[in-house]
């Protein structure tokens, strides 16, 4: 008989957003009279349609694919040089940033780059995860061998893990034990937190001194609204030999559905040989890339184009203030309630603690049942997370001035 990866049997019994629908499918077919009333403040999902730039433009990309003289094939693995041109420009080199257009690699999703990268990444790795944490950083590293079994508490073996809370800012200290992949991602999901150009400097820092490699998960970066805040690790000095950074354009280009992203892997980047020697990162990315993916579209890719265009740039920036503008809503709301709130102001995602004591799922299972609101219960981003709930804004005005209402008579 075949056999399969077991680190998979490590699993926890159910990723948290399918358990999530499990338990909305349950309430929805005991309550169906309550599936019009139902309101999904959960799942990071756009609501507000693609920009009207992206739709031209990949309009456009397929009229090119249904003429002869204009239609392309397979496409560079890396992605398109019309793209990667304005990611370093516009993203990069507006910031004072060096990044080089054949150090960005353009993909499908940084979800799919966090776990793809451990492809070239040694097994013996120490991995350190902020705690709370995105789940698919933990259950990536479950699932590529790099961890023990899953304790008690729901943490596994040989990870270190970095507690986040209100009396740190939701930014951790520094490890005092070695560790040598360092997964850090500002502005925070699930907490909604940013980290200050001083907080970041530690953290280059200590992965410079201690040879180790961070892991830079910057997806929400485009809703930082304080001047003061860095949108990216290259803008601390010494980052780029430390440090590769993951970015998308799901959330502030609406491409949830469409699916492009990209990583920034610097060709300073260097890692330990087996034999003790030293390698770059970077080819063996480009490697890693052109052997086991064959690209984003290049209709896909005109449209995250069309993104930096000067209308795409107006459309992207009125999607930000439209989100922006829920999470304030439901800053105010969340605060008139009584209850007590972080994040919402530099992120779409507002981190609330549970009212009398309760537990996640427990607070979860009342704003289901009593409210018909969907939220994320904080336990499912880590132990750190055990009494909170995270709600996010990206949702229609209206349900978001619906919640704000129900949130007032709870």
């Known amino acids: ?120 990444l040694g097994k013996n790795n120490r991995i350190a995860v902020m705690d709370p944490v995105y789940p698919v950083y933990v259950d990536t590293n479950v699932m590529a061998g790099r961890t023990g079994n899953m304790q008690d508490d729901g943490s596994y073996e040989g990870i270190t893990y970095l507690e986040c809370n209100h009396e740190n800012g939701f930014v951790p200290s520094l490890p005092q034990e070695k560790v040598d992949i360092i997964y850090l991602c500002y502005p925070n999901n699930p907490t909604g937190a940013v980290a200050s150009r001083e907080a970041l400097t530690r953290w280059v820092e200590y992965a410079r001194s201690h040879h ?79 052997t086991a993916f064959n690209g984003v579209s290049y209709i896909t890719q005109r449209g995250a184009a069309a993104l930096y265009s000067e209308e795409g740039q107006a459309q992207v920036q009125s999607l930000i203030t439209h989100y922006m503008g829920n ?9 008139a309630a009584g209850l007590t709130v972080y994040g919402g102001t530099n992120a779409p995602y507002l981190w609330v603690q549970s009212p009398l004591g309760e537990k996640s799922w427990e607070t979860f299972d009342r704003m289901l049942h009593d409210h018909h609101i969907v939220v994320t219960p904080g336990s499912g981003f880590g132990s750190a997370g055990e009494g909170y709930f995270r709600i996010s804004a990206f949702n229609s005005r209206d349900n978001v001035l619906e919640v704000a209402k129900r949130l007032s008579l709870r």
């Open 212 to 290: 180790s490699l961070i892991l830079f998960d910057a997806a929400y970066e485009a809703f930082i609204q304080d001047p003061d805040i860095p949108h990216s690790i290259y803008e601390i000095p010494g980052a780029r030999e430390c440090a590769l950074e993951l970015r998308s354009f799901s959330k502030k280009g609406g491409f949830t559905g469409v699916r492009c992203a990209f990583t920034v892997v610097p060709k300073e980047l260097l890692a330990r040989t087996a034999q003790g020697g030293q390698a770059s990162l970077h080819p063996l990315w480009n490697r890693r890339m052109t």
């Open 1 to 120: 008989m075949f056999s399969l990866n077991s680190n998979y049997l490590k699993l926890k019994a159910g990723y948290l957003f399918p358990e999530i629908a499990r338990r909305v499918k349950e309430f929805l077919e005991a309550h169906p009279e309550a599936a019009t009333d139902l309101i999904r403040c959960g799942i990071g999902d756009v609501t507000e349609p693609l920009p009207r730039a992206v739709c031209d433009a990949m309009h456009s990309a397929v009229d090119e694919m249904g003429i002869r003289e204009t239609f392309r094939g397979y496409g560079p693995e890396q992605g398109y040089d019309f793209l990667r041109k304005l990611i370093a420009k516009h993203d990069y080199q507006f910031r004072g940033v060096t990044v080089a257009e054949d150090e960005i690699f353009i993909s499908d999703g940084s979800k799919c780059d966090g776990a793809n990268i451990l492809d070239i």
């Open 327 to 335: 999470a304030a809503l439901l800053r105010e709301a969340v605060i």
